[in-house]
């Protein structure tokens, strides 16, 4: 009874079990985009295997950085890079699809049970295209002024990332919410932002607690950047 005590309490406060590899369960981004999939494990070695409609992928050896490449139907390409030690795989798709990410983890001599991910690849999406045309369809009184004032969010985003001021994704967003709610009204620009907030954690991650440590930082620093740059853009060529 106490050792499934113990498993129980490991479960609630969200640490990951021996043997079993945590997966987010679901991804979204569009074709051509970079995919960070971050595994939560106690084990030491962490396996990958890309699965489509046509699987001919390799599992993957966590040791190593190895490029799995699966051709899906017509010329359809995705690719899972191991890195990390093997607790992070890089995906990238260049055509729309359903694709399945699989990862395992073993407890000492006995494999754990596999962990699936689904990523749904859509059309890429323009970024400033479709700013573009959010933005046309805010009253122009104030716009301008709103658009800087939600780049300079973006900007500190990129700071925060960019620095590892904080630790987490969810501390990342907490931060950027005080910050939003001192520069912005609530309604202000409100189908930019609500867009921004869904394709973030499309680009990023749904997840508060992936940590920004690796690549993850990385990648969530130029994403507000480009955020930034493009809300700027938008400001300055805005008429007045």
Same mark, same amino acid.
């Given at each position: 009874?106490?050792?499934?005590?113990?498993?129980?309490?490991?479960?609630?406060?969200?640490?990951?079990?021996?043997?079993?590899?945590? %997966?987010?369960?679901?991804?979204?981004? #569009?074709? =051509?985009?970079? !995919? %960070?999939?971050?595994?939560?494990?106690?084990?030491?070695? !962490?396996?990958?295997?890309?699965?489509?409609?046509?699987?001919? #992928?390799?599992?993957? /050896?966590?040791?190593?950085?190895?490029?799995?490449?699966?051709?899906?139907?017509?010329?359809?390409?995705?690719?899972?890079?191991?890195?990390? =030690?093997?607790?992070?795989?890089?995906?990238?798709?260049?055509? +729309? =699809?359903?694709?399945?990410?699989?990862?395992?983890?073993?407890?000492?001599?006995? +494999?754990?049970? +596999?962990?699936?991910?689904?990523?749904?690849?859509?059309?890429?999406?323009?970024?400033?295209?479709?700013?573009?045309?959010?933005?046309?369809?805010? /009253?122009?009184? =104030?716009?301008?002024? /709103?658009?800087?004032?939600?780049?300079? !969010?973006?900007?500190?985003?990129?700071?925060?990332?960019?620095?590892?001021?904080?630790?987490?994704? #969810?501390?990342?967003?907490?931060?950027?919410?005080?910050?939003?709610?001192?520069?912005?009204?609530?309604?202000?620009?409100?189908?930019?932002?609500?867009?921004?907030?869904?394709?973030?954690?499309?680009?990023?991650?749904?997840? +508060?607690?992936?940590? %920004?440590?690796?690549?993850? #930082? $990385?990648?969530?620093? *130029?994403?507000?950047?480009? !955020?930034?740059?493009?809300?700027?853009?938008? $400001? *300055?060529?805005?008429?007045?």
């Amino acid at each position: 009874m106490s050792a499934i005590l113990c498993l129980l309490l490991l479960w609630e406060k969200g640490e990951p079990l021996a043997g079993v590899v945590d %997966l987010p369960a679901k991804m979204e981004a #569009g074709a =051509g985009r970079l !995919v %960070l999939i971050q595994a939560k494990t106690t084990g030491k070695q !962490v396996r990958w295997y890309l699965e489509g409609s046509d699987p001919k #992928g390799e599992p993957q /050896n966590s040791q190593t950085p190895i490029q799995s490449i699966l051709q899906t139907e017509g010329d359809s390409t995705a690719d899972l890079v191991v890195v990390d =030690g093997g607790r992070t795989a890089i995906f990238c798709a260049s055509k +729309p =699809g359903v694709y399945r990410v699989i990862a395992w983890t073993a407890a000492g001599d006995v +494999p754990g049970l +596999p962990s699936l991910c689904v990523l749904d690849i859509r059309d890429k999406e323009d970024l400033l295209s479709t700013l573009g045309s959010l933005i046309a369809q805010i /009253n122009p009184a =104030g716009r301008s002024e /709103n658009l800087l004032s939600l780049a300079s !969010v973006y900007r500190k985003g990129e700071t925060l990332a960019r620095d590892r001021s904080v630790a987490t994704l #969810g501390e990342l967003h907490t931060a950027l919410g005080r910050t939003a709610a001192k520069v912005l009204e609530p309604d202000a620009l409100g189908p930019v932002r609500q867009k921004l907030s869904t394709w973030t954690k499309s680009e990023l991650s749904d997840r +508060p607690d992936e940590t %920004l440590e690796g690549p993850l #930082g $990385a990648k969530a620093a *130029r994403w507000f950047g480009r !955020v930034a740059g493009a809300l700027e853009t938008y $400001a *300055r060529e805005d008429p007045k």
